[in-house]
T-cell receptor, first 113, second 116 residues
Framework: AQKITQTQPGMFVQEKEAVTLDCTYD???????LFWYKQPSSGEMIFLIY??????QNATEGRYSLNFQKARKSANLVISASQLGDSAMYFC??????????FGSGTQLTVLP | GAGVSQSPSNKVTEKGKDVELRCDPI?????LYWYRQSLGQGLEFLIY????????KSGLPSDRFSAERTGGSVSTLTIQRTQQEDSAVYLC??????????????FGEGSRLTVL
């Protein structure tokens, strides 16, 4: 069974500062993928970043980077230079042998002006 | 359009009625998923279709829930005898069966169901 844990129900960050959203996972699959999605108040799910379990380097996509620590089973999302438009719910998710994305409970990020 | 299309976007129904929610995936995507998101919660997996294989129904919460996918494309999620706890946003997603980011799902905008 797969499990994703996001322990921060809410986070605040000052505009232009960096913020780290925590995600830990549990799986017995030898190969898996880790994702972060953003869900603004409009409700759409927006793909942000992907990390494969065998990728040697941490994934980066613009201002988003994924701090992947395989031994610790963590996949934290780092957002640099936060913008007001980054205020949203953020979900960590994992894809494995079950062929479905298992989502965490999410972190509500609020960027303060 | 090029994205996942869901209808209706909003549905209000009375307890005990049946509802049907429709999903039109991205053309060429062989995998289709239904998720449920209750207010302020994460996404709960409901059902997964992959090509012509038998669907993975392991997430359906009760036998009042069913889904079908016709011709490997459009899917319909049916909820019979709706209950108030069925109120949620129902999200459909599709994906390629393989690719550089295996498992990346493309989501529709959801169908918000309210059961009175």
């Amino acid at each position: 069974a797969q499990k994703i844990t996001q322990t921060q129900p809410g986070m605040f960050v000052q505009e232009k500062e960096a913020v780290t959203l925590d995600c830990t996972y549990d799986t017995s699959d030898p190969s898996y993928g880790l994702f972060w999605y953003k869900q603004p108040s409009s409700g759409e799910m927006i793909f942000l970043i992907y990390q494969g379990s065998y990728d040697q380097q941490n994934a980066t996509e613009g201002r988003y980077s994924l701090n992947f620590q395989k031994a610790r089973k963590s996949a934290n999302l780092v957002i640099s230079a936060s913008q007001l438009g980054d205020s949203a719910m953020y979900f960590c998710a994992m894809y494995g042998s079950a062929r479905q994305l298992t989502f965490g409970s999410g972190t509500q990020l609020t960027v303060l002006p | 359009g090029a994205g996942v299309s869901q209808s209706p976007s909003n549905k209000v129904t009375e307890k005990g009625k049946d509802v049907e929610l429709r999903c039109d995936p991205i053309s060429g995507h062989t995998a289709l998923y239904w998720y449920r998101q209750s207010l302020g919660q994460g996404l709960e997996f409901l059902i997964y279709f992959q090509g012509n294989s038998a669907p993975d129904k392991s997430g359906l919460p009760s036998d009042r829930f069913s889904a079908e996918r016709t011709g490997g494309s459009v899917s319909t999620l049916t909820i019979q005898r709706t209950q108030q706890e069925d109120s949620a946003v129902y999200l459909c997603a599709s994906s390629l069966s393989s690719g550089g980011r295996t498992g990346e799902l493309f989501f529709g905008e959801g169908s918000r169901l309210t059961v009175l």
